[in-house]
């Protein structure tokens, strides 16, 4: 499928914008240094701290966005309409608009973080502060996914095997999740990405104390005042990682086991 | 065909980028890049700036005093930077007219949150565990120096986060985050929702706010007046009254 | 386990009665479109009627009330549908799904002993991607039989098979079937035939008739039933050994009712020679004039629809025909008459 001709200068414009400021990150790095700038030990914290809190926060939106999906599912109308406005709602708020609303609910003084903080529980500046917070932003990618794998491929083999005897739970685990594999791999490759380049309601919400909750990006703020050269160098890593990710979750369906 | 399109629409997108530049370089606008902590006390000087030179147009941008550095570092136009710090200054020395002028001075505070509610009352109050206090991180300017009275008070602090800006400890500060946080006497006075405790000997870390022409500067006459006007009495009353010291 | 049921799906137009007895085989025979699949679903559960009642032995398994409805997984209904549905896992995973309440060991075991009765037992390790279209029917037979069904529901179980593959499954269903209470549909009267002990015949959404294979196939009460059986129904009132037709005709037949009662007989449309002209009066039809209303094209003959009669039409012939073109039509003498 090929346009008109006229699309081609605009296609490249296009091109030229999205790959201009990548293309300016890698001129602007000293190569020479790059190595010593990430292994560095502040650098190497904030990119384990990064990995560790968004492989969390990809567990916790597995088993939590893959049900979300679920209930997206087995609503209906204008209820499903309204729910998924709600679920989705984290995907394009501006990151700082999530920061403060997670803060005013789990914050010292949030609608459930007061109460917590009553019972000797707080959440505030600390490691699981930043993994709520990816989560936050992260779950849309999975919710959305296995809500439009579900939609895509109706229910005949589950009402097949319902008239075999099987419980709902045995349906689940041996025809719709092993079918929903794909869409559950791409939702978490996506919300893994999403989880590491969270910054502003880490920012508002979290803190930034090293190696208890400033991730790689808070670094890459901090550092960007005062060492340029690791934010770039820390900027390339996610950078790679970002292109990795994308490259997994849009992969073409024949490497995805799609038969 | 496809290429004469492509260098068509080049044509077209130069041409609004030079009617942006041309905008930009009217003999009548001054351009001032100013430290984030000088935002609102820098509108009445300047407002008395334009008085004083009728026809001319303040137009001044507010960021970290890092990222204004690194901008003029980058070759953006502008006419005059005010910095936050002398460190940051030093960085650009090579791209300023004349010697840096020194026009206003702060000095840290700690803040709370309105009402006090952790009761904190002094710099070691801070170093309590029971206490959440969030500071600058040692890497920016209102780090180094927090860190600095910090260790004249002998005092250790335990921050539960080191941000990045006073605005992002003013903002726990003031969200009921953070019990307590240390900033600069001004920005404490510019806030809403938070309140000073003084520390005792603050005055031992004085920062300093240097400004100076840059070199880059389409009417280097004007830059270096309005520098001037920066230490006159207009700017001097205005300063005071926002919270600075006058050097 | 004798299956008594009333389904009715509004959307698609369904309200269905059927029943079958405690291993029989009930043949649903209609076109496409009559709804035949729509009922096998809502007997199964896995599409929600809007209306049910469904016994099995006595057991309300669905009544007026949806709140009360046994659930698709404990009726013991096992629907097997025309796509197979295989999951994707292999094929011996797949028989040993169903095997109710057994332990992983033995529901492999009862897997295997399907797969051999069904002679797939050496396709146990495929995945159903690597399966022909036969085969892949042979599996969804062993895992639906896997599941000891109380009632076995099988949707149009030849469909989209090459001949070969049909005729081996054929086979193979009439000996799996025999003790098997058994619903299939298909709109082929022969499996309906060698298939079913009884026979629904379906019309839009409608069971218009219901009772036992021969009965209905051989003694079709409706127009309609008679086209699915692949006759014409010959209508007409009985006049002493003759039935009159409505067109005025009459033709000699073999026993029916008394006289004046209306009566039909059901002759294959192959079986009715045509002529233009008025043959000679002799031989074994009597020639009844009547005029064609349509002609619909059978592969290799035409059949001519007439208002009495319909006949298989040889193609030279048929090219010379029209509507409205006026036939003589040979209905065979001393075909059995029924009462209507």
Known sequence: MSGPRWLVPLALLGALLVAAPLVGLMARASWGELWTLITAPESLEALALSLRTAVASTALVIVLGVPLGFALRAVHGRVRAALRAVLLAPLVLPPVVGGLALLYAFGRRGLIGAPLEDAGISVAYTTAAVVLAQTFVAMPFMVVSIESALAARGERREAIAATLGASRTRILARITLPALGPALATGAVLAFARAL??????????????????????????????????????????????????????????????? | MRLRALAALGVACAAALSACAADAAEGDTLTVLAAASLAEVLEPIAASFEDEHPGVDVIASYAGSSDLAAQILEGAPADVFASADEATMDKVADLVTGTPVVFATNTLTIAVPSGNPAVVATLADLADPGIVSVICAPQVPCGTATASLAALAGVTLTPASEEANVTDVLGKVASGQADAGIVYVTDVARSEGVEAVPIEGAEAVVNRYPAAALASSDTPELATAFVDHLSGEAAREALAAAGFGIP | MRLEARVAVL?????????????RTLAVLGPNGAGKSTVLEALADVTRPDRASVTLDGRELAGPRRRTAVPARRRGIVLLSQDDALFPMSVLDNVAFGPRSARRGDALAIAREQLARVGCEDLAERRPGELSGGQARRVAIARALAAEPRVLLLDEPFAGLDVEAASSIRALLRTLLADVTTVLTTHDALDAHTLADDVAVMESGRVVEHGTAADVLARPRTRFAARMAGRVLIEGTMRGGRLALDGGSSVPVEGGPGAGSRAAIAVHPAAIPVALDSPARAGAHAWVIDEVLALEPRGDHVRAHGAVVSADVDPALAATLAVGTRLWCGVPRGMPAYAL
């Open chain 1, 197 to 259: 380049g969270e910054f502003g309601a880490t920012l508002t919400f979290a803190g930034s104390l090293a190696g208890v909750t400033r991730t790689a990006p808070l670094e890459i703020y901090l550092a960007r005042e005062t060492d340029p050269d690791a934010a770039v160098a820390l900027s390339l890593v996610l950078l790679v990682v970002a292109v990795a990710v994308v490259a997994i979750a849009y992969r073409p369906a024949a490497m995805r086991g799609v038969r």
């Open chain 3, 11 to 23: 959307a698609r137009g369904v309200d269905a009665t059927v029943s079958v007895g405690a291993g």
